[in-house]
C-alpha cells in the first residue's frame, strides 16, 4: 500500500490534487488566480510536449502554432458563427488532430536539427496565415471570443476557471501517466533510444511517432482553445515562434521524460516573467540570462536534478544504516 | 526575359546573398562544433545597429564598418566562451534553448544600449538606380553582391589553403581524429564563433542602407538563414550560398508574382517541400543511422 502510494503514479497523482485543492488558500486575489489558470494551461501543452520530446525524443519548435489553431478555431467558430463552444472545441480538435496527421508522416521522418527546422517552418507558416487572414482572424488586433458554456452554465471569473483548468490537468497527467506505463509508451521510449533498434523488434517507429505528435498537437489545441475562451480574447502573441521556444523551454527546465517536471516548469516559466516585470527595460535580457543559466547548470532539468540528489542521499543514509547494523 | 522578370531576379539576388551569409555562419558552427546558433541572426543586428551608432557618433565608414565587425566577432567568442563551451555534451534540445536564450538576452542588451527605433544607414555609394536589361539596381545592391562573392572566395581560400582553414575542415570531419593529429580543436570551435559572427554583421552592414535595422531584425533574418543552410544541406558551404541565393530569388519572385502579404511564409514553405522530399537538403550528407 505504502510502495503504491510512494509511486510517482499514484503518489505523484494525489500530490498535484493536493496542491490544486490547497493553492486557493494562498491565492488572495484575482490577480494570482489569473496566474495559477494561465500556469494549468501551460502545464497541459507541455505535458503534451513532453511525451514528444521527452519520451519519444522528437523535438518540436512549433507547438504554438498548435496552440493558435486550437484558439482561433474556436473563437471563430464560436464567436463567428455562434456554435455552442463545447462543439466549436472538439470540432477545432479534430481538425488539428487531422492536421499533425497528415504532416506529421512526412516531418517526423526528419531528424535532429531538420526535424527542428521543419516544425518551426509549419509554426511560422500557421503564425503568418492567423496574422495575414483578417478577415476571419482580425489579423494582428486579433478577435473578442465569447465565454466558455455548456448548456445554461457559463463558465466565468478566475475562481471557476481555476477549478476547471485544475480537473483538467489532473486528467492530462493521468492520461499522459498511463500513456507512458502501456506498451505504447514502452514503443515509444524504446525507439527514443535507438529506432533501429526498436523496429528490429518489431515496432512500427513511423506509425508511433505521429502517434505521439498527434496527442501532443491536441493537448496543445485543446489548451488554446480553453486560453481563448478564459481570457475571451485571442491574438497571434501566443502564436509566435517565441512562443513555440517558452513551451519548450518549460518541458526541458521542468525535466526531460518527467510528466511532473513538465508540470513544475509551466509553474516557474510562467509565473517568472511576472516576477521580471520589476526589471522593466532589463526584464528580457534577465529572461534570456535565465534561460542560458538553468540550461548550462542543470542540463537534466529540476526535477530530475532534485530527484538523483534524493536518491543518492538516501542511498548514503542507506549504506550508514549497514554499516551500523554489521 | 521582360524587365519585370529581370528586377525581381536583382531584388533575390540581393537578399539571397544576405541569407548566404548567414547560412555560413550557421554552416561553420555547426561544422565545428555541431550546434545550431540560434544567435546567428544577433550577430547580423549587431553589426548594423553598431555601424549605425558609430557613424552617429561621427566616424566615418571606413572606421565605423571595421569596429562594428570586430564588437560583433568579440560577442561571438563571447557566447561561445561563456554559454557554449560550459555546456559541452548537452543534448541538442538543451543546446537549442541555451542559443536562443542568448538571442533573446542579446536583444534585450541591444534594447538597453541604443533603442527600440528604425535606422537606416547611408547607402556606401550613394543611391542612383543603375538601369541593367530594363530593370533597376541599386549601387548598394552591388555591393551586397560583390562583397558577398569577395566573401565567398576569401572562405574558399581560407578552408583550403591556410593551415588554420586545413584544421577547421579536418575538425568537422572528424572531431577525435582532428584532435589525435594535434588539431587544438577546442580553438576551432571557439574561432568559428568568432569567424561566423564576423560574417553574420557584414550581412547586416550591408543591408541595412536597403531594409533599415532595428533592435529586432536578427530575428527573421536568422530563420532565414537557418532555413538556406538547411535547404543547402546543413554543413555544407556551397550548399548554403546556393540554398541562400534560391531562397532569396523564389521569396521575391512569389512575393512578386503571388502573394506578397505571404513573403515571408515562402521560404518556410518552401524549405517544408524541400525536406519532405530530401530529407538532408539539396547538398547534405546522407548518412544512416548507425546503431
Known amino acids: 500500500m505504502l510502495a503504491r502510494l510512494a509511486s510517482p503514479r499514484t503518489g505523484g497523482m494525489l500530490a498535484l490534487a493536493a496542491v490544486i485543492a490547497l493553492l486557493p488558500l494562498v491565492l488572495s486575489n484575482k490577480y494570482f488566480y489569473d496566474i495559477a489558470v494561465l500556469v494549468g494551461l501551460n502545464a497541459i501543452v507541455c505535458i503534451g510536449l513532453n511525451l514528444l520530446i521527452g519520451y519519444a525524443g522528437q523535438i518540436s519548435l512549433g507547438h504554438a502554432g498548435f496552440f493558435g489553431l486550437g484558439a482561433y478555431g474556436s473563437a471563430i467558430l464560436a464567436s463567428r458563427y455562434g456554435w455552442p463552444p463545447l462543439a466549436a472545441m472538439l470540432a477545432t480538435t479534430f481538425a488539428v488532430a487531422a492536421l499533425a496527421f497528415v504532416v506529421g508522416r512526412p516531418i517526423l521522418r526528419l531528424k535532429g536539427h531538420y526535424l527542428a527546422m521543419a516544425t518551426l517552418g509549419l509554426g511560422v507558416i500557421i503564425f503568418m496565415v492567423i496574422t495575414t487572414e483578417d478577415k476571419f482572424t482580425g489579423g494582428p488586433d486579433g478577435i473578442a471570443v465569447v465565454p466558455f458554456r455548456i448548456g445554461g452554465f457559463v463558465v466565468q471569473g478566475e475562481r471557476i476557471w481555476y477549478w476547471v483548468v485544475g480537473a483538467l490537468l489532473l486528467v492530462a497527467v493521468w492520461l499522459a501517466l498511463n500513456l507512458i506505463e502501456s506498451p505504447a509508451g514502452r514503443a515509444l521510449r524504446a525507439l527514443h533510444s535507438s529506432e533501429i533498434g526498436a523496429e528490429v523488434v518489431g515496432i512500427n517507429a513511423a506509425n508511433h511517432k505521429v502517434m505521439v505528435f498527434v496527442i501532443s498537437a491536441v493537448f496543445a489545441s485543446v489548451a488554446g482553445s480553453l486560453a481563448a475562451h478564459y481570457s475571451g480574447f485571442v491574438t497571434p502573441g501566443k502564436v509566435t515562434f517565441l512562443h513555440s521556444i517558452e513551451l519548450v523551454t518549460m518541458v526541458v527546465f521542468g525535466g526531460m521524460a518527467s510528466t511532473f517536471g513538465a508540470v513544475v516548469g509551466a509553474a516557474v516559466l510562467t509565473t517568472l516573467p511576472q516576477l521580471l516585470a520589476v526589471f522593466e527595460d532589463y526584464e528580457m535580457m534577465v529572461f534570456g540570462a535565465v534561460m542560458m543559466g538553468t540550461m548550462i547548470f542543470l542540463p537534466r532539468g529540476v526535477v530530475p536534478s532534485l530527484a538523483r540528489l534524493l536518491q543518492t542521499r538516501r542511498q548514503r543514509a542507506s549504506a550508514d544504516g549497514e554499516e551500523e547494523g554489521a | ?291
Open chain 2, 1 to 291: 526575359m521582360s524587365a519585370q522578370f529581370m528586377q525581381y531576379l536583382l531584388t533575390g539576388l540581393t537578399v539571397g546573398a544576405i541569407y548566404a551569409l548567414v547560412a555560413l555562419g550557421f554552416s561553420i558552427i555547426f561544422n565545428a562544433s555541431h550546434v545550431i546558433n540560434f544567435a546567428q541572426g544577433e550577430f547580423v543586428m549587431i553589426g548594423g545597429m553598431a555601424t549605425v551608432s558609430l557613424t552617429g557618433s561621427g566616424l566615418p565608414y571606413m572606421l565605423a564598418i571595421p569596429l562594428a565587425i570586430v564588437a560583433a566577432a568579440l560577442v561571438g567568442l563571447a557566447l561561445e566562451k561563456f554559454a557554449v563551451e560550459p555546456a559541452r555534451g548537452a543534448s541538442v534540445v538543451t543546446l537549442i534553448i541555451i542559443t536562443i536564450g542568448a538571442s533573446i538576452f542579446l536583444r534585450g542588451l541591444a534594447m538597453v544600449v541604443w533603442d527600440k527605433r528604425l535606422h537606416a544607414l547611408k547607402p556606401f555609394t550613394g543611391d542612383t538606380p543603375i538601369a541593367i536589361a530594363g530593370a533597376a539596381i541599386l549601387p548598394q545592391s552591388l555591393w551586397v553582391l560583390g562583397v558577398t562573392l569577395a566573401i565567398v572566395l576569401a572562405l574558399s581560400w581560407f578552408f583550403g589553403r591556410t593551415l588554420l582553414g586545413k584544421a577547421m575542415l579536418a575538425t568537422s570531419h572528424n572531431r577525435l581524429a582532428a584532435q589525435l593529429v594535434g588539431i587544438n580543436v577546442r580553438m576551432v570551435l571557439f574561432l568559428s564563433f568568432g569567424l561566423s559572427a564576423a560574417l553574420g554583421a557584414v550581412a547586416g552592414i550591408l543591408i541595412a542602407p536597403i531594409t533599415l535595422t532595428s533592435y529586432d531584425v536578427g530575428v527573421m533574418l536568422g530563420l532565414k538563414g537557418f532555413a538556406a543552410a538547411i535547404l543547402g544541406g546543413l554543413g555544407s558551404g556551397i550548399g548554403a550560398v546556393i540554398g541562400g541565393l534560391a531562397l532569396g530569388i523564389a521569396e521575391t519572385m512569389s512575393a512578386g508574382y503571388l502573394s506578397s502579404a505571404y513573403k515571408d511564409a515562402i521560404a518556410f514553405v518552401i524549405i517544408l517541400a524541400v525536406l519532405f522530399f530530401m530529407p538532408s537538403g539539396l547538398f547534405g550528407k546522407r548518412g544512416g543511422e548507425r546503431v
